[in-house]
């Protein structure tokens, strides 16, 4: 057996798995990380992105560029252009990023789900009422991005940024594993509530939930990098245009990212738990009126 392949035997054990990436000092090894993954050493770039390929199925054959300066510039490559065409039909929502299809479904009243069987509440995600009025009903989906994944997301829909609430909070994993074994996760984990409005006037809210190993949510069009050092809530009121397809930010590393939508809103058919899906192609669906 391969050294990769018993690593990959060892962390799918789940009482290790969940040791390993748990039960540590999240906080201060997620700071860590954040400044050890921009040492501008060809050394530490070419051991770090070596140890990386180990315990991932990294593959770098689309980014933009063959050569980077340092591990968290490998980590928020950009690909070569045209590889992730965004589906242009107006009526479609389109995935913001690369990522794994988790739980999803219909809002019940305001309950969601991280896993089957694992609730949560949109008033402790979100942490504002009349934003939660929004979706009471309405239809949610997660995508987990693994860590080897192209990290940075886009605009789901041509769509007005009209808020941005920070959430500060802990970091635990968001993998599978972490997701059965810890209640309402993702209102534990800090977070980023980016409140849209569609050009058809319906609210679109996406919500990054950052993780263990994440050192920082990037926002472009607030110029701004919210991260472990970042005290919250802390609200941010704007007014940005964005069009379907355009950068929003990124992840330093891998995490996750939640997608609400009013009632309206139908799952198109590429849409099932598992399933793997690029930025730009289907999500969800308005009907035609």
Known sequence: MTVKGLIAGLTQQEDLNFLLTNRIPRAALTRFMG??????????????????????????????????????????RELRPGLRPVVTDPAVVTSPSDGIIGAHGRIADTELFQIKGAPYSLLDLLGDPALVERHRNGRFLTLRLTSSMYHRFHAPSDCRIEKVTFIHGDVWNVNPIALKRV?????????????????????????????????????????????????????????????????????????????????????????AEGARIKCGEPLLRKPAA
């Open 35 to 76: 400044w050890f993954s921009k040492i501008e050493n060809p050394l530490v770039r070419d051991f770090s992105i070596a140890c990386w390929r180990l315990f991932s199925d990294l593959d770098l054959s689309e980014a933009k560029k063959t050569e980077f300066k340092s591990l968290h510039d490998c980590f928020t």
């Open 183 to 271: 209640e309402r996760l993702f209102c534990k984990n800090e977070r980023a509530v980016l409140e849209t409005r569609l050009a058809t006037g319906e609210a679109l809210t996406l919500v990054p939930v950052a993780a263990i190993l994440v050192a920082s949510i990037r926002l472009h069009f607030l110029d701004v990098t919210l991260n472990a050092e970042s005290r919250g809530p802390v609200a941010f009121p704007c007014d940005a245009n964005v069009r379907k397809g355009d950068e929003l930010g990124w992840f330093e590393h891998g995490s996750t990212i939640i997608v609400l939508t009013p009632d309206q809103f139908e799952f198109c058919d590429n849409v």
